[in-house]
Structure formats: structure tokens, C-alpha cells
């Protein structure tokens, strides 16, 4: 086989293709033949040893892919050779195999794309336990979406349609929020160029959004926060933007407004079940065509390094995927 072996995290640099012994699956694990797997963020911040996790090294990175099982450990009796799946994994996705827990795979149904698969399981998840389990997200309510055109933010724009709230999809150009709009957001702001507060405040009437979807982080949290209504629910996702902000813990007092922390990995560790239901509601969206992955560049497993560059220069529209031929 095949991988990207990162054996100092210093950064993209520090990651180099090389032919390592292709793994037998231990007990419990099945071998995956990889046909995509996609680069989210924190697959970028793992090689720079900026993420929370810290693989023991060296490790393959790439947290999500979705293939072919090859072989199956003792134990396994839900998957068999040929079965097609997607994966979460943490690492090992950017590689022609992995072995991974057969309890983290996702047995997919027929007519699931692999490059959509690989683009699913962190995103959609993520997204559906942020929105639906810990925002109470519902019909009717008007939801923010920071970075909208980003994986987790097109995500969060589908999701928010297929629940039935009214969604306002914040970017920082033209064209993605042009693309925002072709995938079903109501309403869009580049706040490349408007001002963030006065545009929410004439979008919703001056009422403010009820939820708010922030996987960015940094000097939008604060003014997007003044702006949210009341018993609005801030649901925190990730830091895109580098700096981790910091509230006057004032605001949520005067708004009767909550801070909710999501951490899809851990709930999908803890809550399995919940998780399951989850993952099965969304693959009944897709087949129902009310979410699909946006995948806004395919390139080859060998192309990690240009993809990381596109990741940094945050040029991705949608999610980027890697295929291995």
C-alpha cells in the first residue's frame, strides 16, 4: 500500500508518500480499500500539531474516506468482503488502505457516490448534531450560517432547509455566496464587504437570527452574538479563522441567549445510538436529494500537498475530495 506518513508535524511540508506493509485487521477491524477521502480542517491542523488530538507518530493523516472492505478481523459480522462504506477514522484516510474499527464504518447504501461518501459522515454528523441535537434548530426559526461555503457551512445551509427554517448564509465573496444561494439559502451576506450587524438586522427585522452556526471563530463571534435573538442559541463548531474569540459573558446574560459547545467525535464516541439514528436520517436526505455533499475539487490521493495549500488559502468552495484511481 500506499500513504501520506507524517512523521513530524511541522506542518503540509512534513507529509511524503511512501510504500509501507499493508495492514491485516486486528479484531474488531475491517480493511478498507480507499477510493476518496476528503481534507476537512482539522486534518490541516493535525500535521501542523495544532489540533486536540495528537496521533501518536508517526501516523497517516485524513480523518474520513470511503472505499471497499478488503478483509475483516475476528469478530466482524456485520460487513463482509465487497461491502462498500465510509469510514471516520481520525487518521489514516489519505492512503490506497486503512484499517479501521468496523463499529466507525458506515455501511452505504446502493447508489452512494464514494466521493460523496467520503464527504459525508464528518460534515453531515457534525452538522445534524450541531443544529438538530444541541441547537433545537426548528421550523420556522431563522438560522445564521458563518462560513457557509465551506464543507460543514454547506452542510449546515442543506440541513437548515430540510428542518424548514428560514437560512442567511454569511461568506466572504461573491461567489460563495452565489454558490450559497444555488444550494438553497434564503438570504446571503459577504461580509467581505457589508456590515455584518446592520445587514442581519434588516434580514430579520431587527429580531435577530434564532440559531447561529459558527464554524469560523474570530472577530465575527463577537458583533454576530450582539446581534442574535432572544433565547438564540450560539452553537460554537470550530475555529477556521485562527483566533479562538473571546465573549463578554455579559451578552448571553442580556440576550437569555445560549453558548453551546459541539464536539461531534466525542458525542459519536459517548452516544453511539444517537449517533446511528443521525447518520441513518441524513442517508434518507440524500437518497431523498435534500442534502448532497458539494464537492468543489476532486484531485488525485497524490495531490495532498497542493490540496493542503488550497485548504490554507481557504479557496475551497464547498469540500475538496482525493481519489485514488
Known amino acids: 500500500m500506499h500513504a501520506w506518513l507524517c512523521e513530524n508535524p511541522t506542518g503540509p511540508e512534513s507529509v511524503t508518500w511512501k510504500e509501507l506493509p499493508t495492514p491485516e485487521p486486528r479484531d474488531g477491524e475491517v480493511r478498507v480499500a480507499i477510493k476518496a477521502a476528503s481534507l476537512n480542517f482539522p486534518d490541516l491542523l493535525i500535521v501542523q500539531n495544532r489540533y486536540q488530538l495528537k496521533p501518536p507518530l508517526p501516523f497517516v493523516p485524513g480523518s474520513e474516506f470511503a472505499g471497499v472492505v478488503e478483509a475483516v478481523g475476528a469478530g466482524v459480522s456485520h460487513l463482509k468482503p465487497g461491502d462498500a462504506v465510509a469510514a471516520f477514522s481520525g487518521t489514516g484516510g489519505f492512503a490506497t488502505q486503512a484499517c479501521v474499527s468496523a463499529a466507525a464504518t458506515l455501511p452505504l447504501p446502493a447508489g452512494v457516490a464514494f466521493d460523496d461518501a467520503a464527504a459525508f459522515v464528518l460534515t453531515y454528523?457534525?452538522?445534524?448534531?450541531?443544529?438538530?441535537?444541541?441547537?433545537?434548530?426548528?421550523?420556522?426559526?431563522?438560522?445564521?450560517?458563518?462560513?457557509?461555503?465551506?464543507?460543514?457551512?454547506?452542510?449546515?445551509?442543506?440541513?437548515?432547509?430540510?428542518?424548514?427554517?428560514?437560512?442567511?448564509?454569511?461568506?466572504?465573496?461573491?461567489?460563495k455566496c452565489a454558490l450559497c444561494r444555488s444550494i438553497g439559502a434564503d438570504a446571503t451576506i459577504d461580509y467581505s464587504r457589508e456590515n455584518l450587524r446592520e445587514r442581519l438586522k434588516e434580514l430579520t427585522g431587527g429580531r435577530g437570527p434564532d440559531v447561529v452556526y459558527d464554524p469560523v471563530g474570530g472577530d465575527l463571534a463577537e458583533p454576530v452574538f450582539r446581534s442574535i435573538a432572544w433565547r438564540g442559541r450560539y452553537l460554537v463548531i470550530g475555529f477556521a479563522q485562527g483566533a479562538i474569540p473571546s465573549l463578554p459573558l455579559n451578552l448571553p446574560l442580556l440576550k437569555g441567549a445560549s453558548l453551546v459547545g459541539v464536539f461531534w467525535g466525542d458525542y459519536a464516541r459517548r452516544e453511539p445510538q444517537a449517533n446511528a439514528r443521525a447518520l441513518g436520517e441524513l442517508l434518507r436526505w440524500y437518497r431523498e436529494g435534500k442534502v448532497k455533499p458539494v464537492i468543489g475539487q476532486r484531485l488525485p490521493m497524490t495531490e495532498l500537498p497542493q490540496a493542503y495549500t488550497l485548504m490554507g488559502s481557504r479557496r475551497v468552495l464547498g469540500k475538496l475530495v482525493l481519489v485514488n484511481a
Not at 457534525?126 to 433545537?136: I, M, N, P, S, V
Not at 461555503?149 to 432547509?161: L, N, P
Request: charged share 15%.
Open 125 to 175: 454528523g457534525t452538522t445534524h448534531h450541531a443544529l438538530l441535537d444541541r441547537g433545537a434548530l426548528r421550523a420556522g426559526e431563522t438560522l445564521l450560517v458563518l462560513g457557509a461555503a465551506g464543507g460543514v457551512g454547506t452542510a449546515a445551509v442543506q440541513i437548515g432547509k430540510a428542518v424548514g427554517a428560514t437560512v442567511i448564509a454569511a461568506a466572504s465573496s461573491d461567489e
